[in-house]
């Protein structure tokens, strides 16, 4: 089933330690984007990349990167994980050429940080 | 600044029909969406309005006016599987989009 494919669901994780957040999908999307869901929110963009080899940041980048060595994958990285990055992390991807731009969403990692 | 305006939650019966509001303000207007998520699962793509008026798609439709910031859904015959987070997202100046907080649907038998 084509789709993104996240890992891991959810993880807790000591303060202070890294953590990479995996993000896969197979629909040859150009466009991919990190989320972060909190209680009361909107959706707020961490970073994404129009493309494979480039990447930009959006409106909460600190603390976070990302790499997009090629189209498929697209993993976010917390070099040093503090309490309040504890959130739901969605990962997306969408077909620039459909216009609308409309967004694939995987099923979400849920991240406690302690 | 940019902001997106949507009622917290919403409480309709079986069968009815609902409408949930967006206002937005933003910096340059390309695009609206509304998705729906269910609790615990990642949103889904319901409808897309860049073009002032209404459209339709099986029990949903979604309107919008540009020249008012405004748009909403229209749920009609609801059923309990429409119990959800109901999210309008703006795409602005830079192509990106601004989410709003959502809107948490409960429908009551």
């Known amino acids: 089933i084509a789709g993104i494919t996240q890992a891991p669901t959810s993880q807790i994780l000591a303060a202070g330690r890294r953590m990479t957040l995996r993000c896969t999908q197979d629909?040859?999307?150009?466009?991919m984007y990190w989320y972060r869901q909190d209680l009361g929110l909107g959706l707020r963009l961490i970073h994404y990349?129009?493309?494979?080899?480039?990447?930009g940041k959006g409106e909460v980048p600190d603390g976070y990167s990302v790499s997009r060595a090629n189209t498929d994958d697209f993993p976010l990285t917390l070099a040093s994980a503090v309490p309040s990055q504890t959130s739901v992390y969605f990962c997306?991807?969408?077909?620039?050429?459909?216009?609308?731009?409309?967004?694939?969403f995987g099923a979400g990692s849920r991240l406690t940080v302690l | 600044g940019q902001n997106i305006d949507q009622p917290t939650e919403m409480t309709a019966t079986e069968g009815a029909i609902v409408q949930i509001n967006c206002t937005y303000q933003?910096?340059?207007?390309?695009?609206l969406f509304w998705y729906q998520q269910h609790a615990g699962e990642a949103p889904t793509f319901l409808s897309y309005?860049?073009l002032d008026g209404l459209e339709e798609k099986g029990r949903f439709s979604s309107f919008l006016s540009r020249s008012k910031g405004y748009s909403y859904l229209l749920l009609k015959e609801l059923q309990m599987k429409d119990s959800a987070s109901y999210l309008c997202?703006?795409?602005?100046?830079?192509?990106?989009?601004?989410w709003g907080a959502g809107t948490k649907l409960i429908i009551k038998p």
């Open positions: 997306a991807s969408s077909d620039e050429a459909s216009g609308a731009n409309v967004l694939t």
């Open positions: 629909m040859r999307h150009n466009a």
């Open positions: 990349s129009n493309t494979a080899g480039t990447t």
């Open positions: 933003t910096s340059g207007f390309n695009g």
């Open positions: 309005n860049v």
């Open positions: 997202a703006v795409k602005g100046s830079n192509y990106q989009l601004i």
